[in-house]
């Protein structure tokens, strides 16, 4: 059964002008019926922080497999990997968030896993390829697209709760644009850019983007990386390229050769290969 957290902000449907961006009796009703039997909570909030940071803070229910779900419109504190901000104006982006409990902390890899699902999800409305550039950054025509943020929290016993935040331009705005190539970002696309296959509309993109996020967190803690490797290995934006890696004081420069089982990037120099678990990444 659905409950609803507190908070000014919590409404049953996001405008933006004239606009409905998500209508929450829409959302129910256009779930899959075995899907939304298991989401126990929905919440859509015209501003938050973070969806991310909303789902660490909602109490967990006691239902196995049971999942957390938080939209909203805007983000004042949106984050990315390595404490950057991630930018979205009011109503311009998909910001969304999904929870389970995990029996384990995950590796790496299920960020690049949500991201072969979430890829292969946006597919269905864009003609153009969407492709991944490692760890979790979405890419399209070469400029990002979107951006995967797995946060993970643990309170005693062996499992853990695990948080999917998912942000996907729609629309970028000149001011954007300039914004997040002035901190050194890759240059920004929006969905209602790319070449259309269907209406972009904010609810159905949400049902797309809940079911492709849900798939993996509920596949992964048994499968692990294997059943995604290929996806990803597909839609490898870096494959090949000479890149820099860099992590604190340390810079590795080499070719891009693939991921591993666990999620880190294998960086080929001319010494041999080596493992990169967390970095920078610039070409």
Not at 39 to 56: F, K, Q, V, Y
Request: charged share 25%; glycine share 12%.
């Amino acid at each position: 059964m659905f409950h609803e957290g507190a908070g000014r902000s919590l409404v049953q449907e996001r405008r933006v002008g004239p606009y409905v961006l998500y209508d929450r009796r829409a959302l129910l009703g256009a779930l899959d019926p075995a899907l939304l039997r298991r989401i126990s909570l929905l919440e859509i909030h015209d501003s938050l922080p973070s969806t991310n940071g909303r789902l660490l803070q909602v109490p967990e229910t006691q239902t196995a497999g049971s999942l957390a779900v938080c939209l909203a419109g805007h983000q004042s504190a949106g984050r990315g990997r390595n404490g950057k901000r991630w930018h979205s104006p009011d109503g311009a982006g998909l910001l969304l968030s999904v929870s389970r409990t995990a029996p384990k902390t995950p590796d790496g890899s299920l960020a690049l896993a949500l991201g072969v699902a979430i890829a292969e999800g946006l597919e269905a409305f864009v003609s153009d390829r969407v492709e991944l550039k490692w760890p979790n950054d979405l890419v399209a025509q070469d400029r990002k697209l979107g951006g995967i943020l797995v946060e993970t929290s643990t309170q005693g016993g062996a499992e853990c709760r695990v948080v999917a935040g998912l942000g996907v331009n729609i629309r970028v705005s000149e001011e954007q644009r300039e914004l997040v190539t002035g901190e050194g970002g890759m240059q920004p696309a929006g969905l209602s850019e790319l070449n259309l296959r269907r209406a972009l509309e904010y609810n159905d993109l949400a049902v797309a983007m809940i079911a492709a996020i849900a798939n993996v967190l509920d596949s992964h803690p048994v499968e692990g990386f294997g059943r995604w490797s290929d996806g990803w290995k597909r839609r490898d934006w870096l494959a090949g390229k000479r890149i820099e890696a860099r992590s604190g004081a340390d810079t590795h420069v080499g070719a891009a050769a693939g991921v591993d089982s666990s999620g880190a990037l294998l960086l080929r120099e001319s010494g041999g290969e080596r493992r990169i678990v967390s970095a920078e990444i610039r070409l």
